[in-house]
Structure formats: C-alpha cells, structure tokens
C-alpha cells in the first residue's frame, strides 16, 4: 500500500541554523500538510498546500517557514533560522481529494523529530 | 475552552475488555470526525472516519458522533495487546478541499494480556 515518507527521521541542529524537512506524498494526492507535534502535546496544523500555493497557513506559521513542492514528488518544509522552541515532531500529510469519501482522508508519514540545540 | 478536549488517560484494560474513547468538541462547524492511531514514535494512522451523527462499525470498532452534544466515541471491541497505542480524535469543518486537521490531545490506551 503507498505510504508518504518523511527523511530525515531525526535531525539535530544549532540554533539559529537552516533545516530543511523533506517528504515524499502518496503519488496521486494533491493536498499536501505540515503539521507538528511537540513533547507530550498536541498535534499542531501548521500549512495546507494545493495547485503550488498555501491554501491555509497557521499562527505558527510565521515568517521563518516556507514550503515548497520543487518537483513533482517532493514537499519540503524550511525553517530558516532554528528556535529552541521548534524542537518538535513534524509530520507530514497528503490527501487524494476527489470529492469521494475516503479520498478526502488525510495519511500522515512516519515524521521527522527535529532537536534544536 | 479548548476546541477539541480528549482525557489523556492513560487508560489500561484487561485484553477482550471493551474500550471507550471520547472527545467533546465546541466548534459546531466541526462536521468530518477521524479517529487516528498512533504508535511510540510513529505518525498517526487512520482508523476510522465519518461525517454525519450515528454509528459506523469497521471490525472491532465502531465510531459514533453526536452533533447536538458535540460528542464522539470510539469503541474497542474484544480489545487486544496489539490495540495498545495513543489514539487521537481529529475534526476539520469542511469535508472537501484543503482541511485543517484539529486533533485531541490524545488518549494513551494499554491492552493487558
């Protein structure tokens, strides 16, 4: 069964350096999410992707995050400059979405846990 | 008040026990209801999802919505060791286009042989 995967699984880094999330979606999808989980808390909606552009973003979603889909089957999220506070699991989504039931379902990748030093 | 409240537990139940897993919710736009699992370090898996008030049963499970409690439940029958994980509640208010996911805190559930 196609899964979305997410590289790398762990990622430590300094604060204030770049890091950059990589995922691979479910092949035929169209929508693609970001969302994190930090230590012990909820999972967070962080952006929606669509047609090439951010169709929803959050509060967390400030200046500091793109997203970007480089090809036709990568979707990455960039953090530019690295807060301790992004310390976090980010899990990436994707959802077919063609107006039929379980194609608006979301799959979530196995997530990337990101330490910021 | 929170948008999606969910007891963390944990909760821990003899192997065969049923199981009862519930979040209430306070936005009434809310109209699509999932079910996810998630394992120690894993991202969370689809169990179970529906959009309109009543019972769906997949298996051992059964996912039931009240709309007018703003009120969801998710029923383990003749649980197993295997069922042991953190089950998360999520909810979007739109079914179609790009949904934002907005999940429980999630319930730790153990399954004791």
């Known amino acids: 069964e196609p899964e979305v995967t997410q590289t790398p699984s762990h990622q430590v880094t300094q604060m204030g350096q770049e890091v950059i999330l990589r995922c691979v979606p479910i092949?035929?999808?169209?929508?693609f999410y970001w969302y994190r989980q930090i230590l012990g808390q909820k999972v967070e909606f962080l952006v929606s992707?669509?047609?090439?552009?951010?169709?929803?973003k959050s509060e967390i979603f400030d200046d500091q995050f793109s997203v970007e889909r480089p090809d036709g089957s990568n979707f990455t999220l960039k953090i530019r400059s690295t807060k301790l506070e992004d310390s976090a699991m980010y899990f990436c989504?994707?959802?077919?979405?063609?107006?039929?039931?379980?194609?608006?379902?979301?799959?979530f990748g196995p997530g990337t846990r990101l330490l910021v030093l | 008040q929170k948008e999606v409240e969910q007891d963390p537990g944990p909760l821990s139940v003899p192997e065969g026990a049923i199981v009862s897993l519930n979040c209430t919710y306070s936005?009434?736009?809310?109209?699509?209801f999932m079910w996810y699992r998630q394992y120690s370090r894993k991202g969370p898996e689809l169990l179970m999802y529906?959009?309109?008030?009543g019972n769906k049963e997949d298996g051992r499970f059964t996912a039931q919505v009240d709309k007018s409690s703003k009120y969801i439940s998710l029923f383990i029958r003749d649980s197993q060791p295997s069922d042991s994980a953190t089950y998360l509640c999520?909810?979007?208010?739109?079914?179609?286009?790009?949904?934002?996911?907005?999940f429980g805190q999630g319930t730790r559930l153990t399954i004791n042989p």
């Open positions: 989504a994707s959802k077919r979405g063609l107006l039929l039931e379980k194609q608006e379902t979301q799959y």
């Open positions: 092949s035929n999808h169209l929508y």
């Open positions: 992707f669509y047609n090439n552009e951010i169709s929803e």
């Open positions: 936005n009434s736009a809310f109209q699509y």
């Open positions: 529906t959009y309109s008030s």
């Open positions: 999520a909810m979007s208010d739109r079914i179609q286009g790009a949904q934002k996911l907005v």
